[in-house]
Nanobody, 121 residues
Framework: VQLQASGGGLVQAGGSLRLSCAAS????????MGWFRQAPGKEREFVAA????????YYADSVKGRFAISRDNAKNTVYLQMNSLKPEDTAVYYC???????????????WGQGTLVTVSS
């Protein structure tokens, strides 16, 4: 399985960005696709996740109501729509795959390369 994240960039506070994560290889309905982020000097933290089959979503409290995760099964792609961005959202964003839901990065066994999101104040 290979994951390719894209869509990062520079945006002003209050703006929006949409990240994409294209997955190659076989996926199963029970698999979880997650987004994590890591700011300089900080640990990697959970942002959101979605189950391929049911579309059930999970969010960190810090992004609820602002971010939305979705998937396109036909394209094997997961999206993270980020609205009302804040400077504290600045980080490298990673997509990852797990066999079951977790907000712990150690539960995810495949990772994309990361895409940088910078939110200016």
């Amino acid at each position: 399985v290979q994951l390719q994240a894209s869509g990062g960039g520079l945006v002003q506070a209050g703006g929006s960005l949409r990240l994409s994560c294209a997955a190659s290889g076989r996926t199963f309905s029970s698999h979880i696709m997650g987004w994590f982020r890591q700011a300089p000097g900080k640990e990697r933290e959970f942002v959101a996740a979605i189950r391929w089959g049911t579309g059930r979503t999970y969010y960190a409290d810090s992004v609820k109501g602002r971010f939305a995760i979705s998937r396109d099964n036909a394209k094997n792609t997961v999206y993270l729509q980020m609205n009302s961005l804040k400077p504290e959202d600045t980080a490298v964003y990673y997509c990852a795959r797990a066999l079951s839901y977790s907000d712990n990065p150690s539960s995810y066994n495949y990772w994309g390369q990361g895409t940088l999101v910078t939110v200016s104040s």
